[in-house]
């Protein structure tokens, strides 16, 4: 390894908060980590990382070092990008941390089609719907639906992620097709865990907010769980469309209440804001935000 990739173990190290961390996301042995950042010291002449058996603090020189470091790594990054623009090449490694049924259905046939552009790039994909440290995990990426609040990430939004209330035919043809949100009290209502209705308010015409609390015939904590038995006629659900289109476009889910609207959520590309950001996680968010546009293909 050169001074470059010193440097990045270095950074790495930081990002994870010791050098066992850091070594396991790079697949090095700790020794190897630990020579790496004795020889960039050795180096500067200077001590940049407080070194105990589990954690690692930086000193103040480390400090700087890091600061200058995070906007070299990015120029560096830039300038190889500015390089290999005309022929596109990307290569080395993504992982990846994507929502479980979001990341199945629409994610995974999208990195299929960016990973055929990009033979020589590999990707690791982590599927949960729980949320990760993207540090301590080591990933570069992760995709979340709905808010934000963690300040210390950045996001770019990738899709908006619309609801939809509906129910099979053959449920609407025994109990009846609601027309306003109220009626839905007399209705089985499929609904997640601490939802009203399945999490989003109504707002018709006049902009007046309507929630509405029906009979509860089930409560999961899954998408595909509550469209299967709404299929099979067993009540009404609201969910977000990239669960239901398919079976919208069908005809054997039956969207009702149209005329009132509901919030409009997004799903979100996310990454430290402290990390640079190099040009295989660009060139992929880039992909998926033309990919998906303002209008997904599920809408």
Avoid at 98 to 111: M, N, Y
Avoid at 207 to 220: F, R
Avoid at 232 to 243: A, D, K, R, S, V
């Amino acid at each position: 390894m050169g001074q470059l990739e010193d440097m990045q173990v270095f950074v790495r190290v930081v990002e994870a908060g010791s050098i066992t961390k850091a070594a396991g996301q790079l697949n090095l042995a700790k020794s190897a980590v630990s020579k790496r950042l004795s020889d960039l010291e050795s180096r500067l002449g200077s001590k940049l990382i407080n070194r105990t058996t589990r954690t690692s603090s930086l000193t103040e020189a480390g400090h700087q070092y890091y600061q200058r470091v995070q906007l070299l790594l990015g120029e560096v990054d830039s300038l190889n990008g500015d390089i290999a623009r005309e022929n596109k090449v990307l290569t080395g490694s993504l992982k990846l941390a994507v929502p479980l049924t979001f990341g199945v259905t629409h994610l995974t046939p999208a990195i299929d089609l960016f990973m055929r552009q990009h033979p020589e790039l590999s990707i690791e994909l982590d599927f949960s719907d729980r949320k990760v440290d993207l540090i301590e995990g080591g990933y570069d990426l992760a995709f979340r639906i709905g808010s934000l609040p963690d300040s210390s990430l950045k996001a770019r939004k990738i899709a908006p992620i619309k609801h939809v209330i509906c129910a099979s035919p053959d449920y609407l043809k025994r109990q009846g097709v609601p027309e306003n949100p109220a009626q839905l009290k007399h209705h089985k209502i499929l609904k997640r865990p601490g939802w009203p209705l399945a999490g989003m308010p109504l707002w018709d015409l006049e902009g007046q907010k309507h929630l509405v609390n029906g009979q509860s015939s089930l409560i999961a904590n899954n998408g595909n769980a509550m469209t299967m038995l709404a299929l099979t006629g067993h009540g009404i659900i609201m969910l977000p469309t990239f669960y239901v289109w398919e079976s919208l476009q069908r005809g054997d889910l039956v969207p009702i209440l149209e005329n009132y609207s509901m919030t409009t959520i997004h799903a979100y590309a996310i990454y430290p804001a402290t990390r640079y950001l190099p040009r295989k996680v660009r060139s992929l968010i880039d992909f998926l935000v033309e990919r998906f546009g303002d209008t997904p293909y599920w809408d």
